[in-house]
C-alpha cells in the first residue's frame, strides 16, 4: 500500500543527546537508511514479502500467516496490512518477528492501510459501512467511522495536512478521490472527479498517484488536484496498489505476478521490476524521501545561514526531481551531504550529521546517482 508519506524509521538524535556514544550512533544512523526496503502482500499465499530498493534479496515469505492480506503500510517499526477476509489489521516489526494478525479488530469490511506519524488509517468499503477509520498507533482509540459518508473507499493515503481516498463505483468502473483535512473535517470526496477505476492512492514527490487495474494505468495528479493525467504509466497488468518513495512510483502487476516501478517522472518502466509474487496486492516502501530530510533539517534549530543553506540545496534537488533532470538531482543531493560534513562535529552534531548523510546516501544510491 501507499506509502502515501514515508514515516521516519528512526528519529533524529537531538544536539548533545548521546555525546558519550557519537561514535557508535553514528555508525547505526549510517546504517538506519542503507536497509530500506519495498514490500508487498501476497494475496494468494497469505504472505509479506520484501525486497531490496534495487530488486535484489527478494524475500517472498518475509511474514506468514496473514489471511488475504490486501492493504500494506510501512511506518516507524512496524509494518501493517489489511487481512481481508478476517476483516482485521496485522501488524509486525520490520524484520517481520512478532507478528499479530489481529493488531486492530471490529472492522466490518477492511481494505486499503496507511500511517503517519501518530495514526492508522483503513478503508472500510461499501457495500458494508462506506468509512475511513483511525486508531493510534498502538492499536488503541479505535474509531471505525472517522470520515463517514464516503462513496466506496478503495484505499486510503496521507500527507502532513490532508487524508486522500479513492472512491469506487464497481458496477461501472467510475469514481473519484476524496480528501479531508487531518482531523477528518472539510471532506470533499470530488476533490479529483471523473477517474476511471481508481484503487489505490500513494502520495509523495508532490503528487497524488493512483492505479486503475482494469485499464492498466497509473494516474498522477498535483496536490491540489490539478494536471490530472489517468495515463501517466500505462502498459501494468491489473495494478492494484502504488507506493512512491524519493525517487520512483512502485506498484502491483496482479494479474502478472510482478511488481513494477518507474521514475517519478513516469520515465524508465519495468513492468517486472520483481517477479515471483503470488497475486500481490499491497504494496509499501520506506526509502527515504527529500521531504523528510526537509522536515529533519528544520528540526534541528541550526543558525539560520547554515539552514537556509542546506534547505535551498534540498528544495533544489525536489525541483530538479519534479522535473525529470536526475543528475541535476544527483548534485544538488551530493552538495547537500558535502555541506554537513563540513559542519559535523561544529554546527551540526555528529549523530545528526551521520543520519543525515546516510539518508541522502541511500537515496541517492536509489536514484542511480554515480
Avoid at 461501472?172 to 476511471?196: C, E, K, M, Q, Y
Wanted: glycine content about 16%; proline content about 3%.
Amino acid at each position: 500500500m501507499t506509502l502515501g508519506r514515508h514515516v521516519r524509521r528512526s528519529s533524529i538524535v537531538r544536539r548533545g543527546a548521546l555525546a558519550l556514544a557519537t561514535v557508535a550512533v553514528a555508525a547505526l544512523a549510517l546504517a538506519a537508511r542503507a536497509d530500506a526496503f519495498v514490500y508487498w502482500a501476497n494475496f494468494n499465499t497469505g504472505t509479506i514479502a520484501r525486497a531490496n530498493l534495487d530488486g535484489s534479496g527478494v524475500d517472498q515469505s518475509l511474514i506468514g500467516g496473514a489471511t488475504s492480506p490486501v492493504g500494506l503500510a510501512v511506518g516507524g517499526s512496524h509494518l501493517y496490512w489489511a487481512n481481508f477476509s478476517i476483516k482485521r489489521i496485522g501488524r509486525a516489526e520490520l524484520d517481520g518477528s512478532n507478528a499479530d494478525q489481529s493488531f486492530i479488530t471490529g472492522s466490518t469490511q477492511i481494505r486499503g492501510v496507511e500511517v503517519d506519524a501518530s495514526h492508522i488509517y483503513w478503508t472500510n468499503p461499501f457495500p458494508v459501512v462506506n468509512t475511513i477509520g483511525r486508531a493510534n498507533l498502538d492499536g488503541s482509540g479505535v474509531h471505525q467511522g472517522f470520515i463517514g459518508e464516503v462513496s466506496g473507499p478503495a484505499d486510503v493515503a496521507v500527507d502532513g495536512a490532508h487524508v486522500y481516498w479513492t472512491n469506487l463505483d464497481e458496477m461501472t468502473n467510475t469514481g473519484t478521490i476524496g480528501r479531508a483535512d487531518l482531523d477528518g473535517t472539510d471532506v470533499d470526496n470530488d476533490f479529483i472527479p471523473s477517474l476511471s477505476g481508481p484503487v489505490g492512492i500513494a502520495v509523495g514527490g508532490g503528487h497524488i498517484y493512483w492505479t486503475a487495474p482494469q485499464n492498466g494505468r497509473i494516474g498522477r495528479a498535483g496536490l491540489d488536484g490539478s494536471g490530472v493525467d489517468q495515463s501517466f504509466i500505462s502498459g501494468a497488468g491489473g495494478p492494484l496498489q502504488v507506493a512512491v518513495d524519493g525517487a520512483h512510483v512502485y506498484w502491483t502487476n496482479n494479474l502478472t505476478n510482478t511488481i513494477g516501478r518507474a521514475n517519478l517522472d513516469g520515465t524508465g518502466i519495468d513492468q517486472s521490476f520483481i517477479s515471483g509474487a503470488s497475486g500481490p496486492s499491497g504494496i509499501a516502501v520506506d526509502g527515504p524521501t527529500i521531504a523528510e530530510l526537509i522536515r529533519e533539517v528544520e528540526e534541528i534549530g541550526l543558525p539560520h545561514g547554515i539552514e537556509r543553506g542546506l534547505q535551498a540545496k534540498l528544495r533544489g534537488a525536489q525541483r530538479k526531481l519534479d522535473d525529470g533532470r536526475l543528475a541535476a538531482t544527483c548534485g544538488k543531493l551530493g552538495a547537500f551531504a558535502n555541506q554537513v560534513r563540513a559542519q559535523r562535529g561544529k554546527r551540526i552534531d555528529a549523530a545528526e550529521a551521520a543520519e543525515l548523510i546516510g539518508q541522502v546516501s541511500a537515496m541517492r544510491a536509489s536514484l542511480g546517482c554515480g
